[in-house]
């Protein structure tokens, strides 16, 4: 009787484990992502948008336009840098440009919302 009440509490605990534990690392990632981009990028892409070149912003519709709507594109610019957009592969570690990268990708198809 013991022993069952005991895997029924080992089940339990892997259970509460596998649903808590991937949703809290999803929300490091968002909340991570947006912290680098409020320190870094923020400054001139403010809401999505962008200060310096107004057609070159991070909603869903510029970056189709421009070829920048997937990871690789974005990451690959944010490393090396574009025109007047600095290069970040200095600053920034390549998980933390994977990460913020994510970040803008995620925010444009949900439209800057949050
Ligand atoms: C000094 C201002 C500045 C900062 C800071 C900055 N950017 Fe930019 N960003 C620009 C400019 C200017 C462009 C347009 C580059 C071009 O001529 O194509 C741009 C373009 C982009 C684009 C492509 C947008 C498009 O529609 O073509 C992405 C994605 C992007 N930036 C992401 C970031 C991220 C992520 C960060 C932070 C790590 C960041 N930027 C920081 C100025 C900046």
Not at 70 to 80: G, Q
Not at 99 to 114: F, G, M, P, R, T
Request: net charge positive.
């Amino acid at each position: 009787m013991k022993l069952k009440a005991f895997s029924i509490l080992v089940t339990l605990f892997f259970l509460l484990f596998f649903i808590i534990y991937p949703t809290s690392v999803l929300a490091e990632t968002v909340k991570d992502g947006s912290k680098i981009f409020t320190v870094h990028c923020a400054g001139c892409h403010p809401n999505g948008n962008n200060i310096i070149r107004r057609g070159k912003n991070l909603k869903l519709r510029a970056l189709k336009r421009n070829k920048v709507d997937n990871l690789d594109a974005i990451i690959n610019l944010v490393t090396y840098g574009k025109n007047n957009m600095s290069a970040y592969q200095e600053t920034l570690t390549q998980n933390e440009i994977k990460v913020v990268s994510q970040y803008v990708l995620e925010q444009a198809i949900n439209n800057w919302k949050n």
